[in-house]
């Protein structure tokens, strides 16, 4: 039952990826409901997602053609040691320091899920930054990335369109190969730091990687509109269940 659980819930994830984001919401919990501790468990499930985002950026590789204004090395660059720097942060964690502050993780990726499209939006119209303003932003976000990481998408996206970028493909481009490195170097981190569930981590990314395959066809039939509001609804139902779990 429970690697049905985790099969089940790597494949939404990975369709969710494809479409909307948000898979983690599905993939985390999924991992503490088979027994995995909590910082184990956000480890492994950045394994099992980790190759969708590049397969992804790969889709969108004539949209990277098209950025103007950003230097795509230094933001690479400053993506991977942030996220680098915040995978280490995540392992030098205690255990049970994550696991009290895991609900208010859940919490804070929710409301960003939630709120985080209208906000850029918002951002877009009424703030401008420079180039080195943007790097500075993105070496925070990607800490966060490599330490959790949910909502990082819509973050990135919003520093993009901050910057005045207005290309939404080319942006989901830049965004999927941001992730996509980011996962990668933070996966190279937890897997020398003995951090990952091998076992849950492989049946997950097979699961992961047929539901993002999946996802192209799914997403003809349903709005993405409606993923997000499922997403949301998972993770405020998670965000309750940790928090009445930690109390």
């Known amino acids: ?3 049905l659980l985790l099969i ?16 983690s919401f599905l993939t985390f919990p999924a991992l ?3 027994g995995v501790p909590p910082l184990n468990a956000n480890a492994t499930s950045t394994v099992a997602v980790s190759p969708g985002a590049l397969a ?4 969108y590789r004539r949209e990277l053609g098209r950025i103007r204004g950003i230097h795509l090395p230094s933001f ?3 993506s991977l040691v942030g996220g680098l720097l915040g995978a280490l942060l995540l392992l030098w964690t205690p255990q049970r320091v994550f696991e009290a502050i895991v609900p208010w993780l859940l919490l804070f990726a929710t409301l960003l ?12 119209r009424h703030c401008t930054v420079g180039h080195g303003a943007v790097l500075a932003i993105q070496f925070f976000i990607a800490v966060y990335g490599g330490y959790f990481g949910g909502g990082i998408g819509i973050l990135i996206l919003a520093t993009l369109g901050v910057f005045g970028l207005t290309d939404l493909h080319a942006m989901n ?4 190969l941001v992730s996509g490195c980011l996962n990668a170097v933070a996966v190279c981190a937890f897997v020398a730091g003995g951090a990952v569930y091998w076992t849950e981590a492989l049946i997950m990314l097979a699961a992961a990687m047929a539901g993002g395959y999946a996802g192209a066809s799914i997403a003809r039939r349903i709005p993405p509109p409606h993923l997000r509001r499922f997403v949301i609804l998972v993770g405020a139902a998670m965000s309750v269940y940790f928090f009445a779990t930690k109390t």
Request: hydrophobic fraction near 60%; aromatic fraction near 12%.
């Open 113 to 124: 899920f939630a709120v985080g499209p209208k906000a850029s939006a918002w951002i877009r």
């Open 1 to 3: 039952m429970l690697t």
């Open 32 to 34: 503490i409901m088979a």
């Open 8 to 23: 089940v819930s790597a494949f939404f994830a990975g369709v969710l990826n494809a479409v909307a984001g948000g898979g």
């Open 173 to 176: 481009g830049l965004k999927s």
């Open 56 to 59: 992804s950026a790969f889709g």
């Open 76 to 78: 690479l660059g400053i």
